[in-house]
């Protein structure tokens, strides 16, 4: 659920347009419907917001936060797009695209806040939505 508040064009979001890493990537979290999210995402990046609130702790003004509600949408699709190319590449096999983004993402970057099981669970619902085109 998200709040917007007019009279000051602010924007509570919590998770809804995904959560930036140690290095301001922005990880999408469309842990139940791809289509739902994003749909909901465009609908964010409508609004007039000069202030945007997001978990753990990031405000963001001005020209960042439009920007961010921009970045995150193409964040968003851009992820999709990977995972349906590694399920194609993978045969479909959705365990073996969850670990190859876990070692790239995770592993690899040590950039990521969450703690590993959580991101493991939330990813395996992520290319699930993907792989069943939800």
């Known amino acids: 659920?998200?709040?917007?508040?007019?009279?000051?064009?602010?924007?509570?979001?919590?998770?809804?347009?995904?959560?930036?890493?140690?290095?301001?990537?922005?990880?999408?979290?469309?842990?139940?419907?791809?289509?739902?999210?994003?749909?909901?995402?465009?609908?964010?990046?409508?609004?007039?917001?000069?202030?945007?609130?997001?978990?753990?702790?990031?405000?963001?003004?001005?020209?960042?936060?439009?920007?961010?509600?921009?970045k995150s949408l193409k964040r968003t699709e851009a992820f999709r797009r990977r995972i349906e190319d590694y399920l194609k590449n993978a045969g479909g096999k959705r365990e073996a695209v969850v670990r190859q983004i876990y070692k790239e993402d995770y592993e690899d970057t040590g950039a990521i806040q969450q703690d590993s099981r959580a991101f493991l669970i939330n990813l395996e619902a992520k290319v699930r939505a993907v792989a069943e085109n939800r």
């Open 1 to 70: 659920m998200c709040s917007y508040i007019p009279r000051i064009r602010g924007l509570i979001i919590g998770e809804a347009a995904g959560v930036p890493d140690r290095n301001m990537v922005i990880y999408p979290e469309f842990l139940a419907s791809y289509r739902d999210y994003i749909a909901s995402l465009k609908k964010l990046t409508e609004l007039d917001a000069d202030i945007v609130m997001i978990a753990h702790h990031y405000v963001f003004t001005g020209e960042d936060a439009r920007g961010y509600l921009s």
